[in-house]
């Protein structure tokens, strides 16, 4: 199962350690476990907690149990991170396939090839939006990316990506 849900990358991996000693051990429902992410990780929204909490389900870091969500006993790595987000992350392999390891590309050129892999469905979603929409989860596919070692960012202004 592809989960769709990619929050904004972090600064540094240790937040994804972080983010995963916050979801208790003992099975929570969704609004005790985001009320914990909100509080240990100063998150701006539940919104946001949602959708981290998503997103580390996707890392196998948590899991969804009859009982609720809990914090798996996989430790968090960069290796295990970024298979388990090119596994099980919607358009993440696709936007890693996008770039080239020699000639670096912008997260709109990324876009511009991945975007015809946006189902119909999430184009009438966001109707009017959606290419936005998209280009922001492009971006944040590419910070993923390079946080977990699978692109290298190699210009500023604007950033550019190659593939590792």
């Given at each position: 199962?592809?989960?769709?849900p990619?929050p904004?990358?972090?600064a540094?991996?240790?937040?994804v350690?972080?983010a995963?000693r916050a979801?208790?051990?003992?099975?929570g429902?969704?609004?005790?476990?985001c009320?914990r992410?909100?509080r240990r990780l100063?998150?701006?929204s539940?919104?946001v907690?949602?959708?981290w909490?998503t997103?580390?389900r996707?890392l196998?870091?948590?899991e969804?149990?009859p009982?609720?969500?809990r914090?798996t006993?996989?430790e968090p790595?960069?290796d295990?991170?970024?298979?388990a987000?090119?596994?099980?992350?919607?358009?993440?392999?696709a936007v890693r396939?996008a770039?080239?390891?020699?000639e670096?590309?912008t997260?709109?050129?990324?876009?511009a090839?991945?975007?015809?892999t946006?189902?119909?469905?999430?184009?009438?979603k966001?109707?009017?939006r959606?290419e936005?929409v998209?280009?922001?989860?492009?971006?944040?596919l590419?910070g993923?990316l390079?946080?977990?070692?699978?692109?290298?960012?190699?210009?500023?202004?604007?950033?550019?990506y190659?593939?590792?």
């Amino acid at each position: 199962m592809k989960l769709k849900p990619v929050p904004e990358p972090p600064a540094e991996f240790a937040f994804v350690e972080r983010a995963q000693r916050a979801v208790p051990l003992v099975p929570g429902d969704e609004d005790d476990c985001c009320a914990r992410l909100l509080r240990r990780l100063d998150l701006p929204s539940r919104d946001v907690a949602r959708t981290w909490l998503t997103f580390l389900r996707a890392l196998e870091l948590a899991e969804e149990t009859p009982s609720g969500f809990r914090r798996t006993d996989v430790e968090p790595t960069v290796d295990g991170c970024r298979a388990a987000l090119l596994d099980r992350v919607f358009a993440a392999a696709a936007v890693r396939d996008a770039l080239d390891p020699a000639e670096p590309r912008t997260a709109d050129d990324v876009f511009a090839a991945v975007r015809e892999t946006v189902p119909g469905w999430e184009r009438h979603k966001h109707a009017s939006r959606w290419e936005s929409v998209w280009r922001d989860r492009t971006a944040d596919l590419l910070g993923w990316l390079t946080l977990l070692s699978a692109a290298g960012r190699v210009d500023d202004d604007p950033p550019r990506y190659v593939r590792r």
